[in-house]
């Protein structure tokens, strides 16, 4: 079975390929980490939500299985 190393960003950042691309079109690389960041703490706002959501039907009991 293939042993499968997926990139970092910090891999892709430092690709010359990306980084010849991201000069042609002016983008930064502080501005690519900038996103992501902003990226990650959305979807890990989104997950708290969920789970304290899921925390709270929980404690409501399960109105389909009589729990």
């Given at each position: 079975m293939a042993d499968w190393n997926e990139a970092t960003l910090e891999d892709l950042l430092s690709d010359p390929i990306i980084l010849k691309v991201m000069a042609r079109d002016g983008v930064r690389a502080d501005e690519v980490r900038y996103l992501?960041?902003?990226a990650t703490n959305r979807?890990?706002?989104?997950q708290a939500a969920l789970l304290?959501?899921?925390?709270?039907?929980?404690?409501?009991?399960?109105?389909?299985?009589?729990?």
């Open positions: 992501v960041e902003q979807t890990l706002e989104k304290s959501q899921a925390h709270v039907n929980a404690a409501a009991g399960c109105y389909a299985c009589g729990r």
